[in-house]
C-alpha cells in the first residue's frame, strides 16, 4: 500500500485512534486480516467472526511489527476503532484506488473468473506493473485487500468480481470503479441462489453500467457469443468491445482446434491484425478466456503480436484449475477441483476427451453446489455427455447428486462398469489405484464444498488411505 500515516487512515475511515502516541506514524507495509501475513510496517484488519476474533491477536501482530490494528474495539495496542470494519476497509481502499490514478480493469461472469483474470493479468505485465486478485479473492474482503496491494508504480490493477445476488457487483465496483469493464458469461451457477438466469445477467451487468463515458475513456468488453452478455451494451455509457468466435466481435478466434494434448490454438484477429496463438493451459474453454483478455489488452495499447506471444505463454496461476500432472507411471491427473458448474464441468469433459485420444480416460465427478430446482436435470445432462464424449470410465463420488450423475450415465447407454458410484473420496482413491494403468487420463472436478483435491493429490502423493480420509 502506499505510505499513509495513522491520522490520515482515521480520517478516511472515520474512526478513533486509540493507544496511539503518535498519530504521524505510518503504514509503509501490507494491510492483512490474517496474523501470519502481519510484516513490518503492516496494518492489520481484525474481523469478529463465528469461530475466531481478530481483535485476540492484537497483541500478538503488534509485536510481529504492525503499525495498528483496524477494528471495532479497543485492544490495548494501537488501534483504529469503527463501527463497521468491512466498510471501513473498503473506504480505505477506495481512497487508495482514487489517490493512485491506476488504470482499473473489473472483470465478472459465470464460469472462468479466475482463469480469465489471471490470463490478464500475465499479459498486461508485460506492458507495464501490474497487481491483481490472488486466487478467487473477489468478495467485500478480498477485493479492497487486493486493491490495497497496489503501489505508485502500479500502472495496472485487475480485480475479480463475484456476487451472490443483485447490488453485490455495484457494492465493490462503488469501492474500486473501474476503467474498463468485462463480463465474461452468464450461466447456471449459483442459479439456486439468484433464481434464475436473467436476475444472474441483471448482477453481472452491474459492472458496465458502473463505467464512465466512452469521451471519458471507459470501455465495456462484452461476448459477442452470450445473448445476455451482449445484451449489456445497452446498459452502459462506455465504449463497447465485443470478443468472441461471432463474425461480428471485433476481437475473435478463427481456426479453432485442439492440439493432441487438449492445448488450444487459434487465429487471433484484432483490428490492429492477426497472430497465432497455441496456448499453455488444457481445454478448448480457455479460447473465450483468452480472447477477453486479448480485448482488454488491446483496449490498453498492446499490438497483437505483443498479445498472441503473451497468451501463448502464460500458464496457470490458481491452485486446481485444469492442474496436468503426469506420474512417472504415465497417468496424467487432471486436477480441476476447485470449483463446478454446469458450464465448466461440460468444458471440462470435452478437455478430458481430446487428452485421452487413444487413451484410457477416467472423470471422477463430485456434486454441482447452488443448481436450485435445475439441480437433478443438470446432473443428469452432465452424466449423459461423459458417455456421449466415450469417457472410459464415470465415477460419480458423494450423495443424491453424485447419483444423478451416474444414472444420466446409465441411462445414456453406459452398460457393465463404465459408470459407478461410490461413497466419499476414499472409495474414489481405493478404485483408482485398484484399476489405473499406465498411460491413462483422469480428470477430478466437483463443487469446492465436495473437496474431490484430495483425490487428485492421493493419486499423486501415493498417500494412505488414513491420509485421504483425514483430508
Not at 459465470?110 to 468478495?139: E, H
Not at 478430458?352 to 447452488?370: D, F, H, I, Q, S
Amino acid at each position: 500500500m502506499i505510505a499513509l500515516s495513522l491520522a490520515e487512515i482515521a480520517e478516511v475511515v472515520g474512526g478513533q485512534t486509540h493507544d496511539i502516541p503518535d498519530p504521524s506514524v505510518r503504514v509503509t507495509g501490507s494491510v492483512v486480516r490474517d496474523s501470519r501475513e502481519v510484516e513490518s510496517g503492516s496494518l492489520f484488519v481484525a474481523f469478529a467472526g463465528e469461530r475466531v476474533d481478530g481483535h485476540d491477536f492484537a497483541e500478538a501482530v503488534v509485536a510481529a511489527g504492525a503499525v495498528a490494528v483496524l477494528g471495532s474495539r479497543p485492544v490495548g495496542v494501537p488501534a483504529i476503532v469503527v463501527p463497521d470494519v468491512q466498510k471501513a476497509l473498503g473506504a480505505l481502499a477506495r481512497h487508495v484506488v482514487q489517490r493512485l490514478g491506476t488504470t482499473l480493469v473489473a472483470l465478472t461472469g459465470s464460469a472462468g473468473k479466475t482463469s480469465t483474470k489471471d490470463l490478464i493479468a500475465q499479459v498486461l505485465q508485460r506492458k507495464a506493473p501490474t497487481v491483481f486478485t490472488p486466487g478467487s479473492l473477489n468478495n467485500e474482503i478480498g477485493l479492497p485487500l487486493t486493491a490495497l496491494t497496489a503501489t505508485e508504480e502500479t500502472k495496472f490493477l485487475v480485480l475479480e468480481m463475484g456476487a451472490r445476488g443483485i447490488g453485490h457487483i455495484r457494492y465493490l465496483t462503488d469501492l474500486t470503479p473501474p476503467k474498463i469493464g468485462l463480463v465474461l458469461n452468464v450461466g447456471t451457477a449459483h442459479i439456486g441462489e439468484f433464481g434464475g438466469r436473467e436476475q444472474i445477467a441483471q448482477a453481472k451487468g452491474e459492472i458496465v453500467e458502473a463505467l464512465p463515458s466512452a469521451s471519458e475513456g471507459g470501455a465495456a468488453i462484452l461476448n459477442a457469443d452470450d445473448p445476455l452478455v451482449r445484451a449489456m451494451a445497452s446498459r452502459t455509457k462506455a465504449k463497447v468491445i465485443l470478443f468472441g468466435e461471432s463474425g461480428e466481435a471485433d476481437v475473435r478466434a478463427e481456426n479453432v482446434r485442439l492440439t493432441d494434448s487438449g492445448q488450444p490454438s487459434f487465429m487471433l484477429h484484432t483490428p490492429s491484425g492477426c497472430s497465432d496463438v497455441t496456448m499453455r493451459l488444457y481445454g478448448e474453454h480457455h479460447v473465450s478466456n483468452a480472447l477477453a483478455a486479448a480485448a482488454v489488452a488491446h483496449e490498453l495499447g498492446m499490438s497483437v503480436v505483443e498479445i498472441a506471444t503473451a497468451l501463448s505463454e502464460a500458464g496457470s496461476l490458481s491452485r486446481w484449475r485444469m492442474e496436468v500432472t503426469e506420474r512417472p507411471d504415465g497417468v496424467t491427473i487432471v486436477n480441476d477441483a476447485y470449483n463446478a458448474n454446469p458450464e465448466s464441468m461440460r468444458a471440462a469433459l470435452r478437455a478430458l476427451a481430446a487428452m485421452g485420444r487413444g487413451r484410457r480416460t477416467w472423470a471422477v465427478l463430485g456434486k454441482m453446489a447452488e443448481l436450485g430446482d435445475e439441480a437433478l436435470a443438470e446432473h443428469d445432462a452432465v452424466g449423459r455427455l461423459a458417455v456421449r464424449l466415450n469417457v472410459s470410465k464415470l465415477v460419480a463420488v458423494g450423495d443424491r447428486e453424485a447419483s444423478w450423475l451416474q444414472l444420466g450415465a446409465y441411462n445414456e447407454g453406459s452398460w457393465g462398469e463404465e459408470s459407478v458410484h461410490v461413497s466419499d473420496a476414499q472409495a474414489a482413491v481405493d478404485l483408482l489405484r485398484s484399476e489405473l494403468r499406465p498411460g491413462d487420463v483422469v480428470l477430478v472436478k466437483a463443487s469446492r464444498s465436495v473437496g474431490l483435491e484430495s483425490v487428485a493429490e492421493a493419486l499423486l502423493a501415493g498417500g494412505t488411505e488414513g491420509e485421504v480420509a483425514a483430508r
